[in-house]
């Protein structure tokens, strides 16, 4: 038994931060400032948000990734985060899971986006054990082949960030504000959002997924909870997130631009 403790108290310390209905942009600001101006490592949750907003990768286009018109109408808020891959929309539905690693802490995953998907995939494989066909399938999780969580990522020198959303459940409706992107991955074979997406609510509680996610961290780190006021920036320090709202001139403009292109023969 005293081998065990020891054992684990050689595992590098992961800092855990559970939170409910933070919005998802103070959300994305509180890690872009922690991957950059922090040392430690941290696993951040946060089981639902306040409303609906759309997230799009760092190099996203509206034009090509929401429905401009219905969006501003129904006054839905899009926000480009900080890091790359794919558009999603959010809701008290959604549960956030982020991950925030030194290299160093985790030497045998390469500082690149595969090795870390196939690391993140394992640990989650410890999550679904039992549950359901869970898989890593292109860079979603799915359960068999339909989408539940989808997958962001940013690389720095020393450290990275792998963040996912987990649709618990989600509004029907919510849907349409998105559409198919033209860079689908293969296994989505053109289906529509609802034929492409399950929720998580059918397989396990979100009780159970949060603590299964924090058992499935322990075996890699040493966890620790933390408190929500642990992780604000220091008065002195000067760091500015990236990630921020599209304003609706932006969007409008966005919509200006698709109808022009629709119109040049």
């Excluded at 931060?17 to 400032?33: A, H, S, T």
């Excluded at 068999?144 to 959303?165: E, P, Y």
């Excluded at 000067?238 to 990630?243: E, L």
Aim: aromatic content about 12%.
């Amino acid at each position: 038994m005293a081998t065990r403790h020891v054992a684990r108290a050689r595992l590098p310390l992961m800092n855990v931060l559970r939170m409910k209905g933070v919005p998802i942009l103070r959300q994305l600001e509180i890690e872009e400032c922690l991957l950059w101006t922090s040392s430690d490592n941290w696993c951040i949750i946060n089981d639902g948000t306040d409303k609906p907003n759309i997230v799009m990768g760092v190099f996203g286009k509206p034009a090509e990734l929401v429905e401009i018109k219905p969006v501003l109408e129904d006054n839905i808020p899009v926000i480009r985060r900080f890091t790359g891959c794919g558009t999603v929309i959010v809701d008290h539905g959604t549960i956030f899971v982020s991950f925030i690693c030194n290299k160093d802490d985790v030497p045998d995953v390469q500082p690149y986006p595969r090795p870390i998907m196939s690391w993140s995939s394992l640990l989650y494989s410890q999550v679904f054990q039992g549950i359901a066909d869970f898989k890593l399938r292109e860079n979603d999780y799915v359960f068999g082949l339909r989408k539940f969580g989808g997958n962001a990522q940013s690389i720095t020198k020393n450290r990275w960030i792998h963040h996912t959303c987990f649709l618990w459940d989600y509004e029907t409706r919510n849907m349409s504000y998105l559409k198919i992107p033209k860079r689908a991955p293969e296994y989505r074979l053109a289906r529509n959002h609802l034929d492409f997406i399950c929720p998580m609510k059918d397989y396990i509680s979100r009780f159970d997924f949060i603590s299964k996610t924090i058992d499935a961290a322990g075996s890699c780190f040493s966890v620790e909870s933390t408190e929500f006021e642990a992780v604000k920036p220091q008065s002195n320090m000067n760091f500015t997130p990236t990630s921020r709202l599209l304003t609706n001139q932006e969007l409008e403009a966005a919509g200006y631009t698709l109808l022009s292109d629709l119109y040049v023969y």
